[in-house]
């Protein structure tokens, strides 16, 4: 969530909320290069390779900004951090197209891919404000409407990985995608409304505080969830760090709801013109990241070949370490201007311990749950997608961090 520097003064310390955004993000990004790395399939051993290369890279980043003070080492940071995150973007995006044609084999699906790459998207625009040393804002509506179709995929998440077995635990998830499904369908009318009639609305506070609501429930849930799988008490193949991860997510929700509520943020109301300026940044970074490939995926003409095995496929690449070094980016100077630093430090160690022990209004779970409300699902298309011809195929052009061949 973007923070913006407040306060003048001649020194020039890196702004505590600034710091702990970096921070925050750099371990979701480390985070998802090790969901990637374990859950592609062994057979393609150069993007399992990649993976694990950009789990070492943001574990690095983040190390470096556990030790940040100055405002120097800050700049040097968000420089290396941009070109890393945009790297990443294009690595999920390589991994989006494979699964979205059904090329990867892997446990993860497509939404998984595209939630990611939106979570990377989100933060290298708040990176590219750090570099520019603009002040950051936010639209409350934008805000709502990114968070919560995030908690709503990962209730989707969740219910596509528990065991079937585990009916009960079931019937709560389902009843959270219903509740989170609302609200950001809800989130989005409101985005629409502002759009056309920028203006404050009681109604949309309201739907504040009952994102607000739905969502410490929520993280509750992530708590329990996380807490019965590293007891071995829940049926399910989600890892231990991937509950606790969505659990944190939740957390910075709430977070980014408070300072909101506390002014701590600059809230802006011109929802189109905040929208426009988002839209014009990602056409720039796309424009830089197809500047050589201009779609992402290029399939030749195939050869007159039937039955080949999708073994015998090429990957048009040069291994990771034989890669050109990125050149250093030209990186502006950021110019936060703060008073009183510690009193903000504290501020933000007081809002986050507010966050942490909010309670909710009803309890999500319990050790014993009875006879939980049935939540009827609509019945899956029966239609199957043609099957298609396996042969070989190449990705064409250049792109920052390029792959071996699969031997």
Known sequence: MPRHPLGTGNVLPVPPFNLEEVRFW????????????????????????EATAFEREFKAL???????????????????????????????????????????????????????IREAEYFLAILEKFRAGKKLAVVKALEADFWLRIMEEH???????????????????????????????????????FEHKPMDLPAFDRFLQDSRAATVRLRDFKQAAYDMIEKDRMLSTIPA???????????HFL????????????????VAAFKNNQIAALSTMEEELCDELPDSFVFPEREPQVDEPIDDM?????????????????????????????????????????????????????????????????????????????GKYKWGGNWPRQLGKIK
Request: aromatic share 6%; net charge negative; glycine share 2%.
């Open 241 to 251: 760090m991937m509950a606790d991860h969505f659990r944190r997510e939740a957390d």
């Open 26 to 49: 750099l371990h979701i990004m480390e985070e998802h290069a090790l969901f990637i790395k374990n859950g592609l399939p062994f057979d393609k051993p150069d993007l399992i390779e």
């Open 314 to 390: 090429e990957l048009d690449y040069t291994p990771s370490s034989q890669r050109e070094e990125l050149p250093d980016s030209d990186v502006s100077p950021i110019s936060p201007k703060w008073e009183n630093v510690e009193d903000n430090e504290a501020e933000l160690v007081a809002i986050e311990d507010n966050v942490k022990t909010q309670e909710p209004d009803e309890v999500a779970i319990t050790a014993n749950v009875v006879e939980p409300e049935k939540v009827m699902l609509p019945p899956k298309p029966s239609a199957k997608p043609e099957k298609r011809k396996q």
């Open 155 to 193: 209730t989707n998440f969740i219910d596509s990985r528990l065991d079937p077995s585990e009916r009960s635990l079931l019937a709560v998830v389902r009843d959270y995608e219903t509740e989170f499904d609302n609200l950001s369908q809800q989130s989005r009318d409101y985005v629409s409304f």
């Open 62 to 116: 983040r190390v470096r900004a556990e030790k940040i003070s100055g405002e120097k080492k800050f700049t040097e940071l968000i420089a290396d951090s941009i070109n890393s995150v945009k790297e990443f973007i294009r690595y999920k995006q390589l991994l989006l197209g494979l699964s979205m044609t059904n090329q990867l084999g892997s446990a993860l699906p497509p939404l998984f891919f595209d939630h990611i």
């Open 255 to 270: 977070l980014v709801l408070a300072m909101m509520e506390k002014g701590v943020v600059k809230v802006e109301k011109d």
